[in-house]
């Protein structure tokens, strides 16, 4: 794919298909939804859950007070049976029925690639399903404990569905208490290494890469903090290379286009980077612009530049609440601005550019209805229509200083800015972060022979003429109204 920056949009596969009729498959996603995607400039779609989970741990898990609480919140008349299990509790490796089946798969794949788009899916590395057939299969490459370490912890471990005298780990966060549903893989057993790594090389078939969940985990130093106890008593030696570092780069020298994508936290971004992830979630500045710091923001984008252009920048995605409950309506688009001017991958999540303010716990199989917004909808779809021209997928960003109108005015603070230059052309970008109005000048170089240059606003289809002299002395002068943008166009 010859784009820097590419647009990626996420689907919960699982209630997206519904859209195409109750029965639907992936078969019945007609040509004009591949085209339309290709015409706003997506470049990736994830489909998200298209694994078969297993249908077993429902009852047993999927129940508890705050999933209930979770379901009651976003569909008010859930049911029993609307309940079909997390997506990332996987049984194995096989498409979901209500996807349809293999073949089609391989289909929809070569539609979008057709198209230009490529198709990523999930890779859920650190677990599969408490219930997993492969526990009877391949019981190896899972975490073992015993009755001892069972009885000091039942709620981490529990008895191995396969054998009664045999216990297992829960999957897990350190920093939080296990996923109840799921099994935790052994990433010092070098058998369970090599079973990812075939999934992996098996996918590079299926899909053209992979969002690979909670990346972080089988970090050697993260695994051996989590799991210290286990792997002290049965011996475990520390690997010696990393699992992402062996792995990955297996399946790039099968396939060297495969993108791999990290859900990645706590600072380890650059870390997964350099094993060979090409692109790394940069959940800290979704944070940021949550707490509207706009100093904050501004230093973010100092980061080098390699690590910026492997960033992931999103508001929200099926973990996080909608962003625009978590920011309010005009904050939420001013911080659309930012994240899809900025280098990195530009990441959607289905709903988003409609407005829907309801978070959809990923165990549910039916949505609610939402009135959609029409003025956000032309807000995106103009935003979109900006930023797919290929100044904002291949061209070279820079960061602008937002310099002070006078001494006493430090309105100025809540603006950022950068410009964006590709052969001949040149965009301006500058966002007002702040419910107040405020000012600044912009300095950037010009080239021209002429004194006036031509200032086109393209967010708001304003043309503004103003003296290259000027821009070049004093800056040009840039007022914007509260979470306020614009996307010049400079002749």
Known sequence: ??????????????????????????????????????????????????????????????????????????????????????????????????????????????RLNDAGIFLVLDFVCNHFSAKSSLIWTNKEIFLPADEYIFKNDPYTFYPSPANDNEYLAHGRDPLFPPWKDTVQINFYEPAARKFLTNILLDLTELCDGVRCDMAMLPLNNIFFNTWIGVLKKYGYERPEKEFWEEAISMVKSKRDDFVFIAETYWDLEWQLQKLGFDFTYDKRLTDRLVAGDVNSIRDHFQAEEEYQNKSVRFLENHDEDRAIIKLGRERSLAAAVIMSTIPGVAFYFDGQCDGKKIKLPVQLGREPEEKQDEKIKEFYRNLFNITKAKIFRMGKWQLLETIPVSASDKSNENLLAWEWRHEDEIRIVVVNYNSSTARCRLKFDISSIQDEVVLKDLMNNNIYKRSLHEISEKGLFVELKSFNSHIFQVS
Request: some cysteine.
């Open 1 to 110: 794919m010859n784009v820097k920056y590419p647009r990626l949009l996420e689907l919960n596969s699982r209630i997206w298909i519904k859209r195409f009729g109750k029965n639907a498959t992936l078969a019945d996603v007609p040509d004009s939804q591949i085209d339309f995607w290709k015409s706003i400039g997506y470049n990736y779609i994830w489909l998200m859950g298209v694994w078969n989970n297993n249908k077993k741990v429902i009852d047993e898990y999927c129940f508890e007070p705050d999933l209930i609480k979770s379901y009651t919140d976003a569909l008010k008349d859930w049911h029993k049976d609307d309940v079909i299990g997390s997506p990332y509790s996987i049984d194995k490796y096989e498409i979901n029925n209500l996807l349809g089946t293999k073949k089609d798969l391989l289909d929809f794949k070569k």
